[in-house]
C-alpha cells in the first residue's frame, strides 16, 4: 500500500505574516512613503532634519557626495549630472504608470520654465524608472510640457547609486536637491506642488 503525503498548509497566521510582508515591499517599491526620519543621522548620511511637509534637509557642513548618476537618457542622448556641478540641480524619480508622478509633473514643468526664464542656475534631470517603453515616457513628457532631460532607468539600478542612510530616493516619487558641489542638501519621498518644490530650490540656491 503506497502513503500519499497531504500537501503542507500554511496556517492562518503565516498566511497573514507572508501578505503583510508582501503589501509592506509593494507599498516601499511603488508609492510615495516616508521612511524613518526621525532629524538624527542613520547610517553613513550624517544629521538631516524632516519637517512637517516631509521634506528633509541637510546642513551644508553635514552634506554627502551624490553618486555618479550617467548613461542614457529617454530622448535617445546621454547625460552624466558630475558635469553639471556649478548649478543646483534637481532630481526627479518619476514613472508614467504612478498616478502620483502625474499629480506634481505640471508643478516641475512650471517651476523649470519659471528659473529657466529668470537666468537661474538651476538644472531639472528626471530619472525615469520602471517604464519597459521608452515611448511610455515621451508621452508623458509630452503631455505635461516636461522639456528638461530624464535618464532612462527602467531598472531601477541608478536610485541604488546613492550612499546607504543617506537622503537617497526610496520612493516613487522622489525629489533631491543637489547643491552647487554635487552634494545632496534636500529630499522628500511624497508628491509635491510648485510651493513646495520652491521652497526646497530657493535656500539651497541662495546659498554663497
Do not use: H
Not at 7 to 24: D, E, I, K, Q
Not at 74 to 101: E, F, I, Q, R
Not at 105 to 124: H, M, N, R, T
Not at 194 to 203: C, F, G, T
Amino acid at each position: 500500500m503506497s502513503l500519499s503525503r497531504a500537501p503542507r498548509r500554511r496556517s492562518p497566521s503565516g498566511r497573514a505574516l507572508l501578505l503583510t510582508a508582501v503589501t509592506v515591499a509593494g507599498a516601499l517599491t511603488l508609492t510615495a512613503c516616508s521612511g524613518s526620519d526621525s532629524g538624527k543621522p542613520t547610517g553613513t548620511g550624517g544629521n538631516y532634519v524632516t519637517g512637517a511637509s516631509g521634506i528633509s534637509t541637510v546642513s551644508k557642513a553635514d552634506r554627502v557626495e551624490a553618486p555618479k548618476l550617467d548613461g542614457e537618457t529617454v530622448d535617445d542622448g546621454t547625460l552624466d549630472t558630475t558635469t553639471l556641478k556649478g548649478k543646483v540641480v534637481v532630481l526627479n524619480v518619476w514613472g508614467s504608470w504612478c498616478p502620483p508622478c502625474r499629480n506634481e509633473a505640471k508643478y516641475f514643468a512650471q517651476v523649470s520654465k519659471e528659473l529657466a526664464d529668470a537666468g537661474k542656475d538651476v538644472a531639472f534631470v528626471g530619472i525615469n524608472t520602471r517604464d519597459n517603453s521608452k515611448q511610455n515616457a515621451i508621452t508623458f513628457e509630452e503631455d505635461y510640457g516636461i522639456t528638461y532631460p530624464s535618464l532612462y532607468d527602467p531598472a531601477g539600478k541608478l536610485m541604488l547609486r546613492f550612499p546607504k542612510g543617506a537622503l537617497n530616493p526610496n520612493a516613487i516619487p522622489s525629489t533631491i536637491i543637489l547643491d552647487r558641489e554635487g552634494k545632496i542638501a534636500a529630499r522628500t519621498l511624497a508628491p509635491i506642488n510648485d510651493e513646495q518644490l520652491r521652497s526646497m530650490i530657493d535656500p539651497v540656491l541662495a546659498e554663497q
